[in-house]
């Protein structure tokens, strides 16, 4: 199993850091997030160019035919200029849910125009009161023979407030389900607002709107691996945003100054900085284990891919806490203000690990699923 980027990848990764560097800088991140959307449509055009919203997408559908590693190497970067536009929430989440889920027609009606950018898509599975529970949603359906209406609310739907349509859970007879919905639907009250982190969100409140089913036979399977994917995706975000952090945080020891020398001459210092690179390489290891895992990399990996996703998320959730806090303490003062850029990595990697979960409920989780070794009886004979 080689585990190294190859020649495309690191292409990817080569071009694409380079144009974030150019045209993504901290300064270009604060106007567009000044702005009505919060997000560049120009800039999203320009990923459409690059061919980074179709990666995953096969090619009768407009996309490069590509598997999850190219979209991870594209989420690191993301994570490492902190992008704001809606990629995980479109081209991730959404595109799997109907490339997995959805019929034919479908497929061809909406992917087309995910790829060039075109259309913005969100998947609504979070509900009031639910917390992270997204396999039980409250949202019902009515109707039958591929007329459907649905009614309920959803909160917390990342890039719902751009977005052009909606993937949304809800069930009917005790069914989950999956239900496609115009954003311009009549009886759909959409809610827009700004994360933490800066990147947009929406509150929907759906009164019989029209929907078609997705054509999943098991509703359920799509949705666990749509978050399973989803998941890894935000670890290779939270590497890319992890690196991004220290190395602002040693450039900022080297040249620090008191009492006339740098303050990364503090041996105390130099051994927490190192011991923060030490935990980056853990979450980069468990990042990739994640992908590894989603892509059947690993011998077992589609019958396990669920619980060892959310057993790598466990140890990035705890390196992103820790190193986000860590990198503003030795920033000292500066670090607490908005105006330096430290400050926004923290809030975007506080955010991330709690998307869809966090860590309590993934260790109840990974805990119910018999923890990530099977445990045997020790043979004493």
Do not use: C
Not at 17 to 44: F, Q, T, V
Not at 321 to 337: A, D, K, L, Y
């Amino acid at each position: 199993m080689d585990l190294e980027l190859n020649d495309i990848q690191q292409e990817l990764a080569s071009t694409l850091n380079k144009y974030l560097r150019s045209e993504y800088d901290i300064a270009k991140r604060e106007e567009i997030l000044r702005s009505d959307e919060g997000i560049s449509r120009e800039k999203w055009q320009a990923f459409a160019e690059m061919g980074l919203l179709g990666l995953a997408i096969p090619e009768s559908y407009g996309g490069a035919d590509m598997t999850f590693n190219e979209v991870a190497v594209v989420a690191e970067a993301f994570g490492r200029s902190l992008v704001l536009e809606p990629f995980l929430a479109t081209a991730v989440l959404g595109a799997n849910a109907v490339l997995l889920g959805g019929s034919e027609e479908q497929k061809q009606a909406i992917l087309p125009g995910v790829a060039e950018g075109q259309t913005f898509l969100a998947l609504a599975a979070l509900e009031p009161g639910l917390r992270y529970a997204v396999d039980a949603p409250q949202t019902q359906v009515s109707g039958a023979d591929g007329s459907f209406t649905l009614t309920g609310e959803k909160n917390n739907v990342l890039g719902g407030d751009v977005a052009d349509h909606f993937v949304v859970t809800a069930t009917q007879n005790g069914e989950l389900g999956l239900y496609l919905v115009a954003a311009d639907a009549e009886g759909l009250t959409r809610v827009a607002q700004r994360q933490a982190d800066g990147l947009g969100s929406a509150n929907l409140k759906l009164e019989g709107v029209a929907a078609q089913r997705l054509d999943a036979a098991d509703a359920n399977a799509v949705l666990s691996e749509v978050l399973d994917l989803g998941n890894a995706a935000i670890m290779a975000e939270a590497v890319g945003a992890l690196e991004a952090s220290l190395t602002m945080t040693a450039e900022y020891l080297k040249t620090r100054e008191q009492f006339g020398a740098p303050i990364g001459a503090n041996q105390a210092l130099q051994h927490r900085a190192a011991d923060l690179y030490a935990e980056l390489e853990y979450a980069r290891s468990m990042a990739l284990y994640s992908r590894l895992a989603v892509t059947s990399e690993v011998p077992g990996a589609e019958k396990d891919r669920h619980r060892d996703v959310i057993a790598a998320k466990i140890i990035v959730d705890r390196a992103a806490r820790n190193i986000s806090q860590e990198s503003i303490q030795m920033h000292g003062g500066i670090g607490m203000t908005m105006e330096y850029p430290i400050g926004h990595y923290a809030k975007r990697l506080t955010v991330m690990t709690r998307t869809f979960d966090d860590s309590d409920s993934l260790t109840a989780e990974l805990a119910e699923l018999g923890g990530l070794i099977e445990p045997h009886a020790a043979d004493l004979s």
